[in-house]
């Protein structure tokens, strides 16, 4: 029996490298190995938890496909879905809401940093966040999740609505356990918290070009005195060159302690390692945009062999639970 790994992306703008690093290289490690069935959406129903464009989301949607395709997420390997295409999402995370208190969601980390940030936008659907994200990965039964972690409390909520289900209603949804990467958490550019789409200045885009790559890396702020802790900005420069140059950071380090160190070649290095990293991905990105029909072709056919497992799973579901079929 294979395992089953979910993951999914909001469609809230175009993908950054801790998107990158945290998830989709995760997701491409799973899918090329044999004993993993790997399931990976677009998570547009999360999307539409805080104000969004409605005029873009369409196409910002599409973009997520168009990016996992060109990050090298293969169709014939792996079913790629738009998570509202596939209705019994909705109609899980309903059936599993009614084993989660509302006082449990209201103490969820994230949810909290979400009032913070909208506080005029405290919706039910931000609420039920972390059920509709249960219900994604429990619909296939994945035991294997690759994501940032970030993501984390939801992953603990998704164990607890397993074992819930479970032990009410006599399922077997697995406890599904984070799959994580060696860049599970990407620095901002600022040297202050994680690399993130709502933090302006914060990210380096997958489709950067080489020019913007050197312009973003070379301003993150670095101290200028030698030796000592590594703190802000010097500990997200650090952190690039541990993930893009790893046999070369032991030498930077050194040179740092020492106060050798010239800022400038480090950053010009990291900014050089990333591009190498993305230029394949954006001559990919630039011929898979060409081809829309071929895009199209994934996102139906996705949609169609992921509803296959959900319907089934959603039948089991509601039939537990005592429910007309
Ligand atoms: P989202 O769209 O916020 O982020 C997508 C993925 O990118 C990872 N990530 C990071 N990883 C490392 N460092 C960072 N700075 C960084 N920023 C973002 C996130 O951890 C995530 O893996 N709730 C999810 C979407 C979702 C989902 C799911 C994921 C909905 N249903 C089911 C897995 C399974 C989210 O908001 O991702």
Redesign the pocket.
Known sequence: MKSTV?????A?GKLHL??Y???VKGMLELQDKDDFQTYYMV?DL?TVTTPYEKTTLRGSIRNIIIDYLSAGLDPQKSTLFIQSMVHEHIELSYYFSTVTTVAKMQHVTTFKDKVKQHPEHVTMALLNYPVL?SA??LLYKASL?P?????EP?LEIAREVARRMNQEYGTSFPEPRRFATK????PSLSGEG???KSVEGSYINLTDSHEEITKKIRSIPTATVAGGELTGGLRSLFSFAELFLPDQVENYRNAFQKGTLKFVELKDAVADAIYHDLESIQEKHRAVEQNISFVDDVIADGAQRARLIASKTLQEVKEKMGMPL
């Not at 994501?147 to 993501?151: K, L, N, S, Y």
Request: proline fraction near 0%; glycine fraction near 16%; hydrophobic fraction near 40%.
């Open positions: 979910l993951s999914g992306i909001r809230t801790g998107n690093l945290g998830a998570a999360h994200m994604d990965i999740v994501v940032g972690i970030d993501q939801h860049g599970e958490y990407v994680k690399m993130s």
